[in-house]
């Protein structure tokens, strides 16, 4: 896909600022997250999306307010952040503490931001990839001029709500983006015994139009998510895009994943997403090394603010089973890219 | 009953010598009937020797469990004459969780509750009706005769609902009592069940109202003794059936039908009638009454039946249709005895009018399992044998 | 008022709520242009439209899992699945998806499952079951089981309105054997128990088909007066109607026909020995299929799921007690 020409048209400095750091902050947040867990200042397991920062970054810059994503997974905090999620919110949230994304029921990645138009993930993949198809039937039906976006990994292709979602969207024409995060690794399963036919090349199978981007490069991604919104919202239907990337850590922080040759390793860490495009916005000018600081200092202070905040009352722990009364809506997220007009965050 | 624990000691009542010379004794009456229980020194029976009559002492609290000796029965000193399960004056009985809030919240005293429920278990129907009789228990009516029909019975729940207001034609509907529900519902079932019909036949009782006179006894247990008598000739009638199945009996369980006033009626059985003397069924009758106005009958003494008799005469009705007690083929109700003129032949062959004490054995009895002509031939063979002294 | 078919009701419910609320839509397997298996939703595509009757693809996980999706977007749709056996393919969905939702991230997921259910036609194993347990057991979804036409449709009306997901279990073997009194324009029904005869010597509990069953049993048994309790809502169960017929005879029977190892009857024979153990004057006693697919024969089917025969029983033995 020929991108490179439209890209200095679809984005700004503002947003390519922008971009970095979003990746800038989701790679600190994780970073300080993993140091927290080592601390035992986190319950239970920690994900982190080393070396995928660009994909949900990418992704999530080209959706608008009203474009609900549906689900982040746990390499995709930065989707997190781009729709604007608090960040001592989201240290809460890690730390078990009272906050409003999870109440202290979820933990690790497995959340969202309702306000901000994010559905959290369940465990069990690509369930969250149906419910986004559903989504997307919503928009149909009422004739609204949004799109649903989902992540998924390579693993996850091969349960069956993954074609179940492929078949009903494609069938349907249904506005959804898929991203396929393809980072070679399901736990310790390589792609090569996930499955016989790399799932880019089925999805013509279900009527879906599919491409594959170099995962590391938040240019592409954002270029070719922008591409698939644009067709979704035209009618034309879904888009798999194949975001090929690598995961830089083990599945957790639990695992020190030896099983991956240490060559592939070394080969996709020079091919680091936010290293190189650090340097191509440094050479245009743009002062990373303040941005970093900024950053730095932003995840400090949401770390802080976290810290003193107290565990959940375990009084509340059985409420809130059943909603009772009216439902609060789906409501929007951030959409900063600059093809957008400026919209405030919360309900449309 | 409730069964006894598998270590229970069972300890002998013994035919006592009463001096020296005694070599045997005649059993008068049992004082308790199986499954009662016994303080130590109770009278168990009444003997009777040729030098005294005396009672039996219970040498052990406990349980009446066996009887061995019948009334009437002469036996030798030393013979056994019932068992008693020694322990704790009655078997423990266990009362379910409401039972135990609701006596908790009237103070009553649950061992002196009858149980009506299986085992003899009191229910909580039982210590609801124990409450509602002012904790006495039912007072034996006045009159001891016992009356017509059958049912189990069950006393009338606590509250009784308030009673509607009249209608425009000055009609006020209440719903049926549950007792009244059961008995028709159980009259329903027989005579839908049974092709019923009746035969009767009247029968001279002079004789039998001399010899009831003598022996202190009421007509019923001379007609019952006399009944089963002619039942050894009439085997067809000291049956049951169900279905297609056809149930004869050698040995006669008899019901006697009880009236238990506003609470209906009920049929106790006297097992094994045929060994009883009429003045042995006198005593079983009376005493089955008793316990049946008590409600200390147990499901054991209500059920096994294989000939009814019904004695309802008191009302002054001359003849009657009961309605047969399932599974039996036949009962027999004996209305009331009238003083009537009778042709009475003399030997010589001459015929006079006397008054004679009448009355009309009328026998319901099963068209399935047998016929009319066998009907009137036992009723006619129990006529003779109460009109030949 | 007018006298309908359990199924009528059905269908009434659905066409009321979808006129009266456009974000209600119909989703399911041949729902649309066939009308569905049974013929609940026929002339809904006449009326409505493809977008609000629509006709999926055989994908029980999909069905539900977009229901999802829709219901968070705003929507309220009504999922069918064919027969109540083909839940087990949607069961990721409902219980992990839809149950844990509002608990974990505070977003209600409004939609509504309806379940043919329940056997004694010779459906056999994947065409008789009787699945409410596996949901009553999941937190987070409602559970509802009509056993009255007037019940079916504000039940339904119920749990259309419900902000929660809420499965709907809808007897195939009464869709047209059992008529009764409807109101037009229906009421959403409570969640809650009723007494379908009041009695006062035992109490049968049932729900759905064997409502019916036990009511039949019972109608003239001895002169005995039997309380039948019909429990219409399985998950929130009315705990405080239960123990009140407990209290009132102290003696209960609960009919499932559902497999019997944790039927919804274990839990309400649980409630009882709990709660109400000082009300009761004899044992707890269940009746249930035994847990055993269920057979395609007639006779081996009639001699697992429990009858009017077996219920008599049941309650002489216990009345006797």
Redesign the interface.
């Known amino acids: 896909m020929a991108i490179a020409a439209e890209l200095s048209q679809l984005l700004s400095d503002e947003d390519r600022r922008g971009l970095l750091r979003h990746m800038l902050l989701m790679r600190a947040v994780e970073e300080r997250g993993l140091s927290l867990y080592k601390q035992g200042k986190v319950p239970g397991s920690f994900y982190d999306g080393r070396g995928q920062e660009a994909v949900s970054v990418g992704a999530t810059w080209a959706l608008a307010a009203a474009d609900p994503v549906c689900s982040p997974l746990i390499r995709d905090l930065g989707s997190h952040l781009v729709k604007g999620t608090d960040l001592a919110d989201l240290f809460r949230h890690y730390m078990g503490r009272e906050n409003p994304l999870s109440r202290g029921r979820e933990g690790n990645v497995h959340f969202g931001d309702r306000r901000r138009g994010v559905v959290g993930m369940v465990s069990m993949l690509p369930d969250m990839m149906v419910v986004a198809v559903g989504l997307a039937m919503a928009f149909r039906m009422r004739g609204e001029e949004r799109c649903a976006l989902t992540f998924f990994g390579d693993g996850a292709t091969s349960r069956g709500d993954w074609h179940e979602a492929m078949n009903w969207a494609g069938l349907d024409r249904l506005p959804v983006i898929f991203v396929l995060e393809n980072n070679q690794l399901a736990y310790s399963t390589p792609t090569q015994r996930q499955f016989a036919v790399n799932p880019a090349e089925r999805a013509a199978g279900y009527g879906i139009a599919a491409v594959t981007v170099d995962g590391n490069d938040v240019e592409a991604v954002f270029a070719a998510t922008h591409a698939a919104r644009e067709r979704a919202l035209a009618g034309e239907g879904p888009t798999l895009i194949e975001a090929v990337t690598m995961r830089m850590h083990g599945h957790g922080a639990h695992d020190d994943m030896r099983y991956v040759p240490t060559e592939l390793v070394a080969a996709w860490a020079e091919r680091d997403p936010i290293v190189r495009f650090a340097a191509a916005q440094e050479a245009h000018g743009l002062d990373v090394g303040a941005l970093r600081e900024e950053v730095d200092a932003a995840v400090e202070a949401a770390v802080a603010a976290a810290l003193a905040t107290p565990m959940p009352d375990p009084a509340h722990a059985a409420e809130g089973v059943f909603c009772v009364g009216e439902p609060e809506p789906l409501g929007n997220g951030l959409a900063p890219w600059s093809g957008f007009a400026p919209v405030e965050a919360g309900v449309a | 009953m409730s069964s006894s624990p598998t270590d229970v000691q069972l300890v002998d009542v013994l035919m006592p010598q009463m001096g020296t010379s005694m070599t045997e004794g005649t059993i008068v009456a049992w004082s308790k009937a199986v499954g009662d229980a016994l303080a130590v020194e109770e009278t168990v029976c009444e003997i009777s020797t040729d030098k005294i009559d005396t009672e039996c002492p219970a040498p052990v609290a406990g349980t009446l469990a066996e009887i061995l000796v019948a009334v009437g029965e002469t036996v030798d000193v030393g013979t056994v004459l019932a068992r008693i399960a020694a322990g704790a004056a009655a078997p423990p009985r266990r009362y ?6 609701i006596a908790a919240q009237h103070a009553v005293d649950l061992a002196r509750v009858p149980g009506t ?2 085992g003899g ?1 009191v ?2 129907q039982d210590v609801l009706a124990w409450i509602e009789q002012g904790g006495n228990g039912a007072a034996p009516p006045a009159d001891e005769r016992p009356l017509h029909s059958e049912s189990p019975y069950r006393p009338e ?1 606590v509250a009784a609902p308030p009673p509607a207001a009249p209608d425009d034609l000055g009609g006020v509907a209440a719903p049926l009592s ?1 007792m009244r ?6 009259m329903r079932r027989s005579l839908e069940t049974a092709a019923t019909c009746t035969t009767v036949v009247e029968c001279d009782v002079t004789h039998v109202e001399r010899r009831r006179r003598e022996l202190g006894l009421t007509a019923l247990p001379l007609i019952a003794r006399a009944a089963i008598e002619t039942l050894r000739d009439f085997p067809e009638l000291n049956a049951t059936l169900e279905g297609d199945t056809l149930t004869r009996y050698e040995r006669v369980h008899l019901g006697i039908a009880v009236s238990l006033g506003a609470d209906g009626l009920i049929v106790p059985v006297i097992h094994d009638a045929q060994e009883l003397a009429v003045e042995g069924l006198g005593a079983r009758i009376k005493e089955l009454a008793r316990r049946a106005r008590a409600r200390q009958l147990t499901p054991d003494d209500v059920r096994g039946a294989t000939f009814t008799i019904t004695n309802p005469g008191q009302y002054g009705a001359l003849i009657a249709t009961p309605v047969i007690n399932q599974p039996q083929v036949a009962i027999l109700d004996l209305e009331a005895i009238v003083k009537r003129p009778v042709v009475v032949t003399a030997p010589d062959g001459s015929d006079a009018i006397a008054i004679r004490p009448l009355v009309n054995l009328c026998m319901s009895w099963d068209h399935r399992a047998l016929d009319g002509a066998y009907a009137a031939q036992f009723l006619t063979a129990l006529r003779r044998r109460l009109e030949t002294p | 008022m007018a006298v309908r078919t359990y199924l009528q009701a059905i269908s009434d419910g659905l066409r009321e709520e979808m006129r009266a609320d456009e974000r209600v839509f119909v989703m399911g397997e041949d729902v649309g242009a066939f009308g569905g298996a049974f013929k609940v939703t026929d002339g809904l595509l006449d009326e409505f439209g493809p977008e609000r009757v629509r006709d999926t693809p055989i994908a029980e996980a999909g069905i539900v899992g977009t229901a999802v999706g829709a219901a968070i977007a705003g929507l309220r749709p009504v999922c069918e699945m064919q027969f109540a056996d083909f839940v087990a393919c949607g069961f990721d969905q409902l219980v992990n998806v839809a149950g844990k939702m509002h608990y974990r991230l505070g977003l209600a997921a409004p939609l509504t499952v309806r379940l043919p259910s329940g056997g004694g036609f010779s459906g056999g194993p994947f065409h008789s079951q009787n699945p409410e347990a596996w949901f009553m057991h999941a937190p987070g979804l409602k559970v509802v089981a009509p056993s009255t036409p007037q019940d079916a449709k504000g039940l339904l009306i119920a749990a259309i309105r419900d902000p929660n997901p809420v499965v709907f279990l809808e007897h195939k073997h009464l869709y047209r054997r059992v008529k009764g009194e409807v109101a037009e324009q229906s009421e959403p029904t409570p969640l809650t128990a009723r007494v379908a005869r009041a009695g006062s010597d035992l109490t049968v509990i049932a729900y759905g088909a064997m409502v019916h069953v036990a009511l039949e049993a019972t109608e003239d048994l001895d002169g005995a007066s039997i309380e039948v309790l019909d429990l219409r809502s399985l998950v929130p169960l009315d705990e405080q109607a239960i123990l009140a017929s407990v209290a009132k005879t102290s003696k209960v029977v609960i009919l499932d026909e559902a497999n019997a190892t944790c039927a919804a009857g274990a839990q309400v024979a649980a409630l009882i020995a709990e709660h109400a153990f000082e009300d009761l004057d004899g044992p707890v006693r269940r009746l249930a299929t035994p847990d055993v697919p269920i057979p395609f024969s007639p006779p081996l089917e009639d001699a697992l799921l429990p009858n009017v025969a077996r219920v008599k029983e049941a309650c002489r033995e216990l009345l006797a007690y």
Do not use: D, F
């Open positions: 379910s969780p409401v039972v135990q809030r429920g299986r278990r229910t909580k729940p549950r529900r059961s008995v028709g519902a159980a």
